[in-house]
């Protein structure tokens, strides 16, 4: 089994930055890809951003790419998301997760992930 635990979440204004943290226990990360979703009420969970196992793909939703950078550190079994130019829209519960699969067409797919954390809110203020 694997646990996740995200941090880093908070109140931002637009245009600001906010890094969020995934911390894995139970089993090594390193065998897993990893990914980002968002939930913001009432709307549907909305894939983010996807790293693999090794760091060497990388996937990301049109609406962030170019603002939000993912990269993982498998000796600290972390996974983290570096948010700048954070827009009002950018507001959701973020959660992280790990699956094993290494198509990049499963990447935006939660029922892919085998493993999820909490949540932990972003909230950017306009």
């Known amino acids: 089994q694997v646990q996740l635990v995200e941090s880093g979440g908070g109140l931002v204004q637009a245009g600001g930055s906010l890094a969020l943290s995934c911390a894995a226990s139970g089993r090594t990360l390193s065998s897993y890809a990893t990914g980002w979703f968002r939930q913001a009420p009432g709307k549907e969970r909305e894939f983010v951003v996807g790293i693999s196992w090794s760091g060497d793909r990388i996937y990301y939703t049109d609406s962030v790419k170019g603002r939000f950078t993912i990269s993982r550190d498998n000796a600290k079994n972390t996974v983290y998301l570096q948010m700048n130019s954070l827009k009002s829209e950018d507001t959701a519960v973020y959660y992280c997760?790990?699956?094993?699969?290494?198509?990049?067409?499963?990447?935006?797919?939660?029922?892919?992930?085998?493993?999820w954390g909490q949540g932990t809110q972003v909230t950017v203020s306009s």
């Open positions: 997760a790990a699956g094993r699969f290494y198509s990049g067409s499963y990447y935006s797919d939660p029922k892919k992930y085998d493993y």
